[in-house]
């Protein structure tokens, strides 16, 4: 469909409803590239400003993201996820609430003796060796979340790791060591931005948004369990705390 140069509806917008619209009826899937402000600008026989003006909206919307030397992508609808002390729910839930299918990649597992700060809440007496898991987590093959496990080693001896990939950690804990996470947990949320690793992994800008959610699990008889560090990306992601 082309553009009404005599409609009062400004061009930006008019174009912003047709870029709209091809993402709702799956033209342009989220992930995928949409052509460049030059071939847009060509198409509609539009300035090149009045694309530029278009893409900036749908970015500031959330529709779009820009990346650097790669081009202009389709957002992925946020995942919408419970954080509440009563009401906690896993990735793996919340991407099937949302309608996503969910994923994990192992990126590497080794032992470390827990820190002054993770002690404080595993409490730990005599042996301290933490197993750390770092693993992304994807909706959708999308990328979402880079996260750190810290889980002490005698809750999890023997640990398999390679059944985290694409597996669920709950299912791991409760089918293999009788582990079940309470529903109840104690989370923080601070706001940081993508280092250039993280930014790798997350197929993000650097410097991009991000949220850093820390939480500390129970198990079900209120004993500590693990604790998982999060770097999420932030436009694609909600939480309800």
């Known amino acids: 469909m082309g553009l009404d140069k005599n409609a009062q509806l400004p061009l930006y917008a008019q174009l912003m409803k047709e870029i709209k619209e091809q993402i709702q009826n799956g033209m342009y899937k989220p992930g995928s590239k949409i052509p460049t402000e030059i071939e847009l600008a060509n198409h509609y026989q ?19 993201i820009k990346r650097q030397g790669k081009g202009t992508f389709v957002e992925a609808p946020k995942i919408y996820r419970k954080v509440e002390k009563e009401n ?22 080794c032992f470390m003796e827990a820190e002054e700060w993770q002690n404080e809440f595993l409490k730990l007496a005599g042996d301290k ?10 909706a959708d093959d999308l ?8 889980i002490p080693e005698r809750r ?14 709950f299912k791991l804990l409760s089918e293999e060591y009788q582990a079940v ?4 947990g104690r989370s923080t949320v601070e706001v940081g931005t993508a280092s250039s690793a993280i930014a790798g992994h997350l ?5 991009e948004p991000v949220m850093i959610l820390t939480s500390y699990m129970n198990d079900c008889e209120d004993n500590p369990l693990y604790i ?10 909600r939480i309800s705390i």
């Open 203 to 207: 197929r993000m800008n650097t410097g």
């Open 143 to 150: 990328p979402i979340i880079y996260e750190h496990i810290y």
């Open 228 to 237: 998982s560090y999060e770097i999420i990306a932030g436009t694609r992601y």
């Open 129 to 138: 060796r933490l197993y750390h898991i770092e693993r992304v987590l994807s």
């Open 181 to 184: 996470e309470s529903e109840k």
């Open 88 to 109: 906690n729910l896993s990735f793996s839930a919340s991407c099937h609430a949302n309608g996503r299918k969910p994923s994990s990649h192992v990126l590497s597992c």
């Open 46 to 64: 539009v300035s090149r400003i009045t694309v530029r003006r278009t893409i900036e909206e749908l970015c500031a919307q959330g529709l779009l």
């Open 156 to 169: 999890v001896p023997g640990l398999q790791v390679e059944k985290l990939e694409n597996g669920s950690l």
